[in-house]
């Protein structure tokens, strides 16, 4: 099974420690309610963790793309659109992860894009709550 099989059966069974190992060591989560990336497994693996838990419901993958597209650090990867399709609360969510792998095939970027417009305030509140309670963002991030 590959690495980007392995992590969508992991992420719908909801088996977050099967995350972990499958994002190489200085990985980087770009999220759509942060400029600068997450950075490192243990980190992801919270966000991870806050988003299937915590602000997505009925979260489920419903396409794939692969291709090759440029990282953050202007290297071609092997790259895989995952299309999903989630609720939070009453609002319905689509949206698309970017996963992009480094030469030992471990998921170096990851990039999350959804919409519409009008959900990305519920989810960023949601996503900054559980990630302040989690320790991984300070508590003056929760009036932002």
Known sequence: MSTVD???AAVEARDLPALEPL???????????KFT?????AVIRT?????????????????????????????DAESHLLVFRAAVGDKQVHGIDLIQLDEQGLIQ?????????????AVSERVVAGLVAEGVLPASAGGR
Do not use: C, H, K, N
Request: no cysteine.
């Open 6 to 8: 392995t992590f969508r």
């Open 23 to 33: 994002f190489a060591a200085d990985a980087r989560f770009y999220s759509p309610m």
């Open 37 to 41: 990336p997450f950075t490192g497994r």
């Open 47 to 75: 966000v991870f963790g806050v988003l299937l838990t915590q602000v997505f419901e009925d979260f489920r993958y419903t396409g794939e793309l692969i291709g090759s597209a440029e990282t953050a650090a202007g290297v």
């Open 109 to 121: 970027e990851f990039t999350v894009m959804i919409r519409p417009g009008s959900v990305l305030g």
